[in-house]
């Protein structure tokens, strides 16, 4: 189930499909990702899929996160990273690899503190949470590197663009809840340039928190 074989024919389905960053591919191959699920999926861990982890959420699926990731390691900077959708914790352990600091918020109160419990058995030290709305950012905290968004908004709020460190980057899916572009915006003094990075499908981002 988590065997060798099952995590190496990820990596090569992630090669495959373009992910090239040795440093990132390394730290999807020792990211244990069955932590993340309830046992009755955990067989499913290093399957190239989102899954279920409760509250109508999901896992993202690993080569999304490895692109997301790569596309921050591969344009600049990364010492502080703000995560929007912290839900199992399973990016923020991975971008936590690469990151001096990671603030990451969440809506949904038992995910989060479901994500707090697998960080803690990682051993991971350097992730700040909050349980907040994440659309208006963490702006005491900013302004920030780069900001990962893991939940797709309709259009972009502007506080997470304004939290951007010059020269920072917003990794961000926008879009539909079927049809969602994942977009790499990159700040230059005021500026703010826009590219493409791939088709992508998450949940929504949405307005205001919950408590159970
Ligand atoms: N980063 C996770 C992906 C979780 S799915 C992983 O690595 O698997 C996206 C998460 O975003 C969900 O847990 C959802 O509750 C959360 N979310 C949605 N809208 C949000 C908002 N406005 N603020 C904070 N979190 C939000």
Redesign the pocket.
């Known amino acids: 189930m988590t065997s060798q074989r099952t995590r190496e024919r990820l990596l090569g389905r992630l090669m495959d499909q373009g992910i090239q960053s040795m440093q990132v591919l390394d730290i999807i191959r020792s990211t244990p990702r069955h932590i993340?699920l309830d046992e009755a999926l955990s067989h499913r861990a290093y399957e190239d899929v989102a899954l279920p982890?409760g509250?109508n959420?999901?896992?993202?699926q690993p080569y999304v996160?490895a692109r997301m990731t790569e596309a921050i390691v591969n344009s600049g900077p990364i010492g502080k990273v703000l995560?929007?959708?912290?839900?199992?914790?399973?990016?923020?352990a991975v971008i936590a690899r690469l990151a001096e600091k990671v603030y990451s918020?969440?809506?949904?109160k038992p995910?989060l503190d479901r994500a707090r419990k697998n960080l803690k058995i990682l051993g991971v030290r350097n992730v700040d949470t909050k349980h907040?709305?994440?659309?208006l950012g963490w702006p005491e905290k900013g302004p920030f590197d780069a900001i990962i968004t893991?939940?797709a908004p309709q259009q972009i709020p502007t506080e997470l663009l304004e939290q951007l460190a010059d020269g920072g980057r917003l990794v961000i899916p926008v879009g539909s809840d079927h049809h969602q572009e994942l977009k790499l915006i990159t700040r230059r003094g005021n500026d703010f340039e826009s590219q493409t990075l791939d088709m992508v499908r998450?949940?929504?981002?949405?307005?205001g928190q919950v408590q159970h």
């Open positions: 993340f982890i509250h959420q999901t896992i993202s996160v995560e929007i959708g912290t839900g199992c914790g399973y990016q923020t918020v969440e809506r949904i995910l907040t709305d994440g659309s893991t939940a998450f949940v929504p981002l949405l307005r």
